[in-house]
T-cell receptor, first 114, second 117 residues
Framework: ELKVEQNPLFLSMQEGKNYTIYCNYS?????LYWYRQDPGKSLESLFV?????AVKQEGRLMASLDTKARLSTLHITAAVHDLSATYFCAVDYAGGTSYGKLTFGQGTILTVHP | GAGVSQSPRYKVAKRGQDVALRCDPI?????LFWYQQALGQGPEFLTYFQNEAQLDKSGLPSDRFFAERPEGSVSTLKIQRTQQEDSAVYLC???????????????FGPGTRLTVL
């Protein structure tokens, strides 16, 4: 059974600081996704990482994937209040019969304060 | 173009009532997924359709849960004899298609928040 674990689950950051959210998963997968969810809203896709060593950046967020370690990181640079949200990583099984079923982590609630 | 839409957005049911939740995927999307998101948790997979065929229903928590997509477009998730533990947000997602190693992004709807009293 595929399991996905994130840490930390709660993250309180000061504006301007840097931090990293970690996502570990239990079985082989070559595809990892990061989503953002604002309170009462649906999931917004941030990044799709499709291969070992993949790195993607958008604004103050950078995501990377190490498939050998089964680890992805979401790095936040110089946090601003607008980044406050819940962040989820999700994994699907990359294999012959894969169809996109996602297994999500528990989510990391990020709060950025002055 | 329009994204994935779901209705109703909020539903309050008394324990024991039946409910039906609707999902309108993006036009032309072959794959459709239902997920359940309990408060403070990540979404959990319920079921998957490829066109009208329900190819995976392994995540449905009990036989009170039933999903259909009869014409390969709109889907309905039905919950019979609702229980308090069914309270959650039900998310629908759609994607173009899937095959082997290919990837197609899943687009999520706004969800239906179900509260069972």
């Amino acid at each position: 059974e595929l399991k996905v674990e994130q840490n930390p689950l709660f993250l309180s950051m000061q504006e301007g600081k840097n931090y990293t959210i970690y996502c570990n998963y239990s079985t082989t997968s070559d595809r990892l996704y990061w989503y953002r969810q604002d309170p009462g809203k649906s999931l917004e896709s941030l990044f799709v990482l499709l291969s070992n060593g993949a790195v993607k950046q958008e604004g103050r967020l950078m995501a990377s994937l190490d498939t050998k370690a089964r680890l992805s990181t979401l790095h936040i640079t110089a946090a601003v209040h607008d980044l406050s949200a819940t962040y989820f990583c999700a994994v699907d099984y990359a294999g012959g019969t894969s169809y996109g079923k996602l297994t999500f982590g528990q989510g990391t609630i990020l709060t950025v304060h002055p | 173009g329009a994204g994935v839409s779901q209705s109703p957005r909020y539903k309050v049911a008394k324990r024991g009532q039946d409910v039906a939740l609707r999902c309108d995927p993006i036009s032309g999307h072959v794959s459709l997924f239902w997920y359940q998101q309990a408060l403070g948790q990540g979404p959990e997979f319920l079921t998957y359709f490829q066109n009208e065929a329900q190819l995976d229903k392994s995540g449905l928590p009990s036989d009170r849960f039933f999903a259909e997509r009869p014409e390969g477009s709109v889907s309905t998730l039905k919950i019979q004899r609702t229980q308090q533990e069914d309270s959650a947000v039900y998310l629908c997602a759609s994607s173009l298609a899937w095959g082997g190693e290919s990837y197609n992004e899943q687009f999520f709807g706004p969800g239906t928040r179900l509260t069972v009293l």
